[in-house]
């Protein structure tokens, strides 16, 4: 297909626990098809874009758009393309209220004991993939010495359509073993 890039009103950027949400709202030809993604460039640290591919339906309308990247530390900013050029958008913490009228799931706003990780599926709910994201952030903070147990999980689906959808765990570093942390 020959999607291209669009434009948006308004593109807000939140991080916790190793995931980058992006959201972007406006108006396009053939909303059904806008999509946030990664840029296919090689780029360090990652771009993303903005873009739709082309429909049969005449007009603009409005679109409401977001995706999930994974994103190891909390940039400060990143850059989203669109038809407008390359746009800057400050990274912040989720907020209280991410959709209107739909609290933000505890998940993302829980602070963490320092023996503690949540891993995420994000946009699906495959219990192995949020497994094997926690236990690679362990296996970052205690390398090769991971003992751990699942204290919580959870699913979350907010929004109208789903505009907030994933899996996700909560572990726990055992202290029956002990912890080689990571010198930083």
Known sequence: ???YLINATSIKAYWAHGLLYLAASGET???QNANLSESPATIVPAEYQLT???C???GTFPFNVHAWFHLGEQPEAVTVHTAAGAQKVDVEAFPADLIEDVATPHALTAKLGDDEVIGISPNSW????AINDAVSKLQATYPGNVSATVTET???AAGSPVGIAFLYVKMKQSADKPAKRKSS
């Open 126 to 129: 495959d219990v192995n993939r």
């Open 52 to 54: 739709t591919c082309p």
């Open 1 to 3: 297909m020959n999607c």
């Open 56 to 58: 049969t339906a005449i």
């Open 29 to 31: 030809e053939c909303p």
């Open 154 to 156: 959870g699913v979350v």
